[in-house]
Each structure stands twice: as structure tokens, then as C-alpha cells.
């Protein structure tokens, strides 16, 4: 890990010796996520996909939201995010609703990997990841020494710092994704949401987005909110798992707990055996449960 990043780090942990020191009651964590009795729709649309639902991130530690295809993850997460709007309820950054922040304040606090990621043809991948440091920057501000930094952490903590010289539409799939999450790393921010990091990757570079997310929690105490479509994967890597189905919160807590045969069955409408070891619960599925 790079000297600046160490910097950082340490920036972190003095903020919450002082917290310590002045008898604040606040997290000793990294920054804190909530929302509360969330409302999320889609324009167009009458019924809410998530009705109500209210939840806390615990801070420091990575959350993965699993359920079956049309379950309200991604629309939870938009609606974290400030990406959708609630037609009720709020989401508190650190005690702030987020829709009281600005773009750019908001964007220096929470890092979003959406699954719409679109570049010019012709971008390079340094470039691209430098669109990372947008929200450090004044509208006349050129790059500074520490956005050089920040983005030769992004690069060398995705992995692909050796195609930094490339065009990112010369990239394989795998690769490409790589890149734009060292682009939303390279914001440096306490919180970082990622919709489906993983769907479409090969084994290899879904391992490495993984590893990635490991080592935000261990060496920068990020808090990370993931979407998962592998619930086994989730439970392995996530130290708390909310499911839902039907834009509903069916559970949450640590995996061991989250991932059962009952929870399975439930949500994802699947027969399985579960399975505790070492890494977490190991699932086998036996097929699928149908209605009736």
C-alpha cells in the first residue's frame, strides 16, 4: 500500500481518536449509512418496489444485498445512493439526509459503481480513472500532486496499472471492469456502493473484484454495500448479508445466520443443503421449488 494511502488511513483512525478523546458517543468506524422507511419507485410506475423498508449499515464493514432477480436490491441501492429519489422516507450519511448535500460534497463522502458504465471510444484508462478525482477539483483547478496519488492508488489496488496506457475500449470485459472500479476508488471515499460489480465477469476477475473489496475493509476500513447475484459468494466475502424478496427485507445479519436452507427455500425458491465451514456456509443447491 502506497505511502499516500497509509496517510489517508491514519487520517481516518485520528478522526476517531478525537471522537474518542472528546466523549462523542459516534461510531469509531468509518462513515455511517442508513435509510429509513424507504419508499422507491420508478416514474411511470404505480407500485413502489421497495415499500417502507428502513436499514442500517454497519460502518467499516462490507454488506452484500442478495435476493432473486426483481427482489429491490439495486433499487435499495440507487435509493442509497441519492441515484433515485425517495417519494418517502430519507437516507442519512453520517446524520445528514443526503438529498441536503451537493453533488460534489456528496460524491467526496459516497462512491457509486453503477451498472450503466459507458466511455468515450477512444478514453485511455489513466484518463478515465482521473474522472475519479472530479469531486476534489474546482471548475479551473488543475490536477494536483494528490490526485496523482490517488489515482496511482486506485490503479495499483485494482490491478491494472500495467494498462494504464491503454484504451479502455481495447479492454476484455473482465478488464474494463477493473478499471472502473479504480476509477470510483480513486474519489477516496469513507463509503462505496457497488450494483453487481461481479455479474459477467469470468471466475478469475470476479475473485480479483472480491479481493478488492476485502482488502477496502481490512486495510482502509471503507464501508463497503455491495449487490450480489451468488449468494455462497456473498456470504464468504460479507460480513452482514440483507436479503430481500419482493422489495422486502426477509433477513439480515452475519451470513452464518442469513444463509440457512429455511432462507433458501423462502426467498430464492431453491432446495439446497447448507453447510458451516471455516470461510462460511458452503451451498449446494438441489434444484428448484415450485409453486403449488
Same mark, same amino acid.
Given at each position: 500500500?502506497?505511502?499516500?494511502?497509509?496517510?489517508?488511513?491514519?487520517?481516518?483512525?485520528?478522526?476517531?481518536?478525537?471522537? +474518542?478523546?472528546?466523549? =462523542?458517543? $459516534?461510531?469509531?468506524?468509518?462513515?455511517?449509512?442508513?435509510? #429509513? %422507511? /424507504? !419508499?422507491?419507485?420508478?416514474?411511470?410506475?404505480?407500485?413502489?418496489?421497495?415499500?417502507?423498508?428502513?436499514?442500517?449499515?454497519?460502518?467499516?464493514?462490507?454488506?452484500?444485498?442478495?435476493?432473486?432477480?426483481?427482489?429491490?436490491?439495486?433499487?435499495?441501492?440507487?435509493?442509497?445512493?441519492?441515484?433515485?429519489?425517495?417519494?418517502?422516507?430519507?437516507?442519512?450519511?453520517?446524520?445528514?439526509?443526503?438529498?441536503?448535500?451537493?453533488?460534489?460534497?456528496?460524491?467526496?463522502? +459516497?462512491?457509486?459503481? =453503477?451498472? $450503466?458504465?459507458?466511455?468515450?471510444?477512444?478514453?485511455?484508462? #489513466? %484518463? /478515465? !480513472?482521473?474522472?475519479?478525482?472530479?469531486?476534489?477539483?474546482?471548475?479551473?483547478?488543475?490536477?494536483?500532486?494528490?490526485?496523482?496519488?490517488?489515482?496511482?492508488?486506485?490503479?495499483?489496488?485494482?490491478?491494472?496499472?500495467?494498462?494504464?496506457?491503454?484504451?479502455?475500449?481495447?479492454?476484455?470485459?473482465?478488464?474494463?471492469?477493473?478499471?472502473?472500479?479504480?476509477?470510483?476508488?480513486?474519489?477516496?471515499?469513507?463509503?462505496?456502493?457497488?450494483?453487481?460489480?461481479?455479474?459477467?465477469?469470468?471466475?478469475?476477475?470476479?475473485?480479483?473484484?472480491?479481493?478488492?473489496?476485502?482488502?477496502?475493509?481490512?486495510?482502509?476500513?471503507?464501508?463497503?454495500?455491495?449487490?450480489?447475484?451468488?449468494?455462497?459468494?456473498?456470504?464468504?466475502?460479507?460480513?452482514?448479508?440483507?436479503?430481500?424478496?419482493?422489495?422486502?427485507?426477509?433477513?439480515?445479519?452475519?451470513?452464518?445466520?442469513?444463509?440457512?436452507?429455511?432462507?433458501?427455500?423462502?426467498?430464492?425458491?431453491?432446495?439446497?443443503?447448507?453447510?458451516?465451514?471455516?470461510?462460511?456456509?458452503?451451498?449446494?443447491?438441489?434444484?428448484?421449488?415450485?409453486?403449488?
Amino acid at each position: 500500500m502506497s505511502r499516500n494511502a497509509i496517510e489517508r488511513g491514519e487520517r481516518r483512525r485520528e478522526k476517531r481518536v478525537e471522537s +474518542l478523546d472528546s466523549g =462523542s458517543t $459516534e461510531s469509531t468506524h468509518a462513515s455511517t449509512l442508513a435509510g #429509513e %422507511e /424507504l !419508499v422507491l419507485r420508478y416514474s411511470g410506475t404505480e407500485e413502489p418496489v421497495v415499500d417502507g423498508e428502513s436499514l442500517v449499515v454497519p460502518s467499516g464493514e462490507v454488506t452484500a444485498l442478495v435476493g432473486p432477480n426483481g427482489s429491490g436490491k439495486s433499487t435499495l441501492l440507487k435509493g442509497l445512493a441519492n441515484q433515485l429519489s425517495p417519494d418517502s422516507g430519507s437516507v442519512l450519511l453520517d446524520g445528514r439526509d443526503v438529498q441536503s448535500l451537493g453533488t460534489k460534497e456528496l460524491a467526496r463522502e +459516497l462512491g457509486l459503481l =453503477s451498472q $450503466e458504465n459507458v466511455s468515450p471510444e477512444s478514453i485511455g484508462v #489513466e %484518463e /478515465l !480513472v482521473h474522472h475519479g478525482r472530479y469531486p476534489h477539483r474546482g471548475f479551473f483547478e488543475g490536477v494536483s500532486e494528490e490526485d496523482e496519488c490517488a489515482v496511482r492508488d486506485a490503479l495499483s489496488l485494482a490491478g491494472v496499472a500495467h494498462l494504464r496506457d491503454r484504451e479502455v475500449s481495447s479492454l476484455s470485459g473482465g478488464q474494463r471492469q477493473l478499471v472502473w472500479i479504480a476509477m470510483v476508488l480513486a474519489q477516496d471515499t469513507d463509503v462505496l456502493l457497488l450494483d453487481e460489480p461481479t455479474t459477467f465477469l469470468d471466475l478469475h476477475h470476479q475473485l480479483e473484484v472480491m479481493e478488492i473489496v476485502r482488502t477496502l475493509r481490512k486495510e482502509r476500513e471503507v464501508t463497503v454495500v455491495l449487490v450480489l447475484h451468488d449468494v455462497e459468494q456473498a456470504a464468504r466475502y460479507a460480513d452482514h448479508l440483507i436479503a430481500l424478496r419482493d422489495g422486502t427485507i426477509h433477513a439480515r445479519g452475519p451470513p452464518e445466520e442469513v444463509v440457512t436452507e429455511e432462507l433458501l427455500a423462502e426467498v430464492f425458491r431453491v432446495e439446497a443443503t447448507v453447510e458451516q465451514d471455516a470461510e462460511g456456509p458452503r451451498v449446494t443447491p438441489h434444484g428448484p421449488l415450485h409453486e403449488g
